[in-house]
Structure formats: C-alpha cells, structure tokens
C-alpha cells in the first residue's frame, strides 16, 4: 500500500546544533507505527521536521502525494496532518467545547472518493467521557490527563488522515494511559494513521504495527512490532534505561 507520509534523508537542526541524521520512515493508510528511543533520541524533533515547526531542516517529506519538505504546519495541518505535541497546548481560558472548535476543519474525502473520518464534539465525547462530563470547563482547570485528552480532541476536530502523536502515556496516570491506549486502537480501526513517539515498550507493543528506534538523532532498527519485541538485543542497546 502506498504510503501517507514518506521521508526520505530528513535531517533537522536545533541551531547550529544538528539533532537529526538521514531518517528515512513511511506510515500507511490505517498504521499505528512507534518512533521509539530513550529521552534525547529525537522522536519529537522528527515529529516537529514533519509538521515543519523546525526553522532548519532538509530532506524529502511527502503526505498525500505533496511534497511538503518546505512547507508551513498551518498548510500541512489544511492538508490533513494532525500533530499532537507533548506540552498539550490547551487554551487555559477557553472551555473545552471552544478548545475544540478552535481545532475544527471541514469534512474530507479519500483519493478514491470515499469519506475519511469525521469527527464531531459528541463522537469524541463518546471517545473521551471524561471530556463529555465537563464540556464547559476552562482547559487551565483540568488535570494533566484530561488536558492530554482534550488536545488529542481538537487535533481530531481537524478530521486528519494521519496523526503526529508525541508521548501520550508520559506523565499521565496509568488509567488514562489505559483510555489513550482504547483511543489509538479506536482511531486505527476508523482509518486514522498514527505516528507514535513512545518510550514505553509495553504501550506501543499493544498499540503499533510497526516500530523505528531512534538512537542520537538516527534510525538505528526498524521492523514489525512483534519482532521489536522478540528482539531483546535492540531493546538493551537502544530502549533501557
């Protein structure tokens, strides 16, 4: 199957300090794939290059067929990429239902003319019910959870065909780690593709398809999930603490 989001050499600075070393990765239609490695390794810089919010990059980047290796987030975000940082970014004075229309972008369709996911406030509350609960509650007055939860909403809100999530189990409690894992699982079998940064092993096992590992800015192992996780060599050198 053709892929989504292709890079190809994707290199990316920090300054005058280089962060990222000819990353090459795919996601398809409908993949959950974990960009895994320990704190430092640039997981998050590869998912900002991505979304182009690094002043400094170069390589190849295409979604959907478009070459967007210099273009702006706000351009890749009408195109249908969605990005969840791992600061969350709520609006602290806005409610949750105004969080979410802020993130709103109309429905869209597949190439082949078919729907892809649309998403309303009352399916995402359906997705998220701590979220339904409180539809009137400013984001500056949630739990961190709950705040995860609700920027994972409002990049919904914007109906992507692919999704850039940056740790959504760090930091959170194990319950809401839990909802975050029903919720990736949810979205995969809706047709949403997922990039996953994740250091937690056991979390991406249950979720992803695929895994790359990232060590010092550079894809170091990639293969199915199910063979990261028999491959207890690529874990020690790369993923323990």
């Known amino acids: 199957m053709e892929a989504l989001l292709e890079a190809k050499s994707l290199e990316a600075w920090y300054g005058v300090a280089q962060i990222l070393f000819d990353v090459d990765l795919d996601v398809?239609?409908?993949?959950?794939?974990?960009?895994?490695?320990?704190?430092?390794?640039?997981?998050?810089?590869?998912?900002?290059?991505?979304?182009?919010?690094?002043?400094?990059?170069?390589g190849s980047i295409r979604f959907l067929g478009h070459d967007v290796s210099k273009a702006e987030p706000h351009d890749v975000a009408r195109l249908g990429l969605g990005y969840v940082p791992e600061d969350r970014r709520v609006f602290?004075?806005?409610?949750?239902?105004?969080?979410?229309?802020?993130?709103?972008?109309?429905?869209?369709?597949?190439?082949?003319?078919?729907?892809?996911?649309l998403w309303t406030e009352a399916r995402l509350f359906k997705l998220f019910p701590n979220l339904g609960e409180m539809p009137d509650r400013p984001g500056g007055r949630m739990?961190?959870?709950?705040?995860?939860?609700?920027?994972?909403?409002r990049t919904l809100m914007g109906n992507p065909y692919l999704v850039l999530l940056d740790e959504p189990s760090e930091g959170v409690a194990p319950v809401i780690v839990e909802q975050m894992a029903h919720m990736i699982l949810e979205l995969k079998a809706q047709g949403v593709?997922?990039?996953l940064s994740e250091q937690n092993m056991h979390f991406a096992e249950l979720v992803s398809d695929?895994?790359?590992?990232?060590?010092?800015?550079?894809?170091?192992?990639?293969?199915?999930?199910?063979a990261l996780a028999e491959a207890e060599?690529?874990?020690?050198?790369?993923?323990?603490?």
């Open 28 to 58: 398809r239609r409908g993949e959950v794939v974990a960009l895994m490695g320990r704190n430092g390794a640039g997981k998050s810089t590869t998912l900002k290059a991505l979304m182009g919010l690094l002043a400094k990059r170069k």
């Open 92 to 117: 602290g004075d806005l409610t949750v239902l105004e969080n979410l229309e802020v993130g709103r972008q109309p429905a869209r369709q597949w190439a082949d003319g078919t729907d892809a996911p």
């Open 143 to 153: 739990s961190g959870g709950e705040q995860q939860m609700l920027t994972v909403a």
């Open 193 to 195: 593709s997922i990039l």
């Open 210 to 226: 695929r895994a790359y590992v990232l060590e010092k800015g550079q894809i170091r192992w990639s293969g199915t999930m199910a």
């Open 233 to 241: 060599d690529v874990r020690r050198a790369y993923l323990s603490v």
